[in-house]
């Protein structure tokens, strides 16, 4: 994992875990006032106001947690760990808030307030919940949807001596989420079974290492990666390029320059992938009574499912089912050859307006893009997102003819974009399209993402240029 990567997922935890101990803390206070432990044990009764008065403690208590967990740490491991490299150290760190806040009462002699019973239980609680989130994060971690968002498939370019050796390096940090799918020698191999290679395995970087290889070389490697819009890793700064811009980071303790035409990990990417879950999963509640109104209508208009699915090129070209309500005959994809001489568009893409394949129902929806609902599904399952490039069929894909237009591929793919607002289907030149879907990786932000949200239900209800 890069660094970078791994600062920003340090700072989620760190922020997780203050507030689970903040939460613990106030829950000591509640189960102590419990008849079960003033009566039954027979412990004292604390105050009624016993939380107000050391509420003050939370001031050394939030900086404080995170700060333990980090002396002991728990911080300095992989994305999945052993149980017993977690436990240990947040069984210690647990112990050292706790003594730490027993001292602060007694200091500001508030034993009253704040008794042992209360930081015992506090000790307990915050283990407990603490535990219990990185027991969910692990399963989380383990899901395939986890896997897609997180599983890098890199290719190691460079002298094979050189790229054994960052294989094993790679191999001994599995659980980073870095997998080498195939190796490229720099010193002999031809710049087309590179090419070749970042179709074949859906690759997301590349990682070049020009230690003992000619330049020229790697300057090739370079701005292929730059037209695809593949990250590149490389342990030099002497490359200029003309679209991606050039951050330094740090894998295995090996300065790097990244090459990225994409957006680059931020709180803005974590604030985009929330929104997508919350988002989608909120329309999905909000619409699932007129989907499946949709997909009865869908059944009783026109004989065949309800759903179409087809395999289309999603991140980096990698191929995933989309989902959608069914607008054609169910032989439609039989006849599209039949009807390739009414293609209206320029380029790979097949767009035809009256296509005869489409039912009567099937036009309707269309016409107000409802049969993209179900797409829900997919930005659920981490495949596509709210916002990006419209995702194209794969044998589509394979007939790009200009190898710039892959770079639309280097985002998530998306239920909307720029495409939506300014145009639809009234644009003909593929070139313009692709275009489009540039400017909106380059221009990126969450702010631009909420625009395009805000602006196609406005375009959708026109209804012009569906097709």
Known sequence: MLQRDRLIRT??????????????????FCLRS???FSNALGLDTIPPDAFNQVVWLYFALVPLAPLALESQGFYNRGLISHRLAILWPLLRACCLVTIGLVLLVFLFKKSNAAPRGVMVLFGII????????EELLAVVLRSRMARAQYHRRIILAGVPAETARLR?????????????????????????????????????GVFVTARH???DRVESVLQLCEVEGVEAWLVADFFATQIARASFDEMFGRPLLVFRTTPETSWQIITKLLLDFLGALFLIILFSPVMMVIAALVKFTSPGPA???????????????????????SNAEQLKHELAAMNEMSG??????????????????????????????NVLRGDMSLVGPRPLPVDE???FSDLAHRRRLSVKPGLTCLWQIKGRNQISDFKEWVRLDLEYIDNWSIWLDLKILLLTPPAVLRGTGAK
């Open 11 to 28: 700072q989620i935890q760190q922020l997780a875990d203050a507030s689970l101990f903040a939460i613990s803390f106030w829950l000591a």
């Open 34 to 36: 419990t008849p079960f």
């Open 126 to 133: 915050s283990f407990i919940l603490v535990w219990a989130k």
């Open 168 to 204: 094993r390096e790679i191999h001994t940090h599995a659980s980073e989420g870095m997998e080498v799918a195939a190796e490229f020698n720099l010193s002999g191999s031809p710049v087309q079974e590179l090419i070749e290679l970042l179709h074949e395995h859906s690759i997301s």
């Open 213 to 215: 290889a000619q330049l």
């Open 307 to 329: 759903f179409f699915r087809q395999q289309r090129s999603g991140l980096n070209g990698a191929p995933f089912e989309i989902l959608k309500f069914r607008t054609m005959t």
């Open 348 to 377: 790979p893409v097949f767009k035809v307006t009256n296509d005869p394949r489409i039912t009567r129902f099937g036009k309707w929806l269309r016409q107000y893009s409802l049969d993209e609902l179900p797409q829900l599904f």
């Open 397 to 399: 894909v394979r007939r």
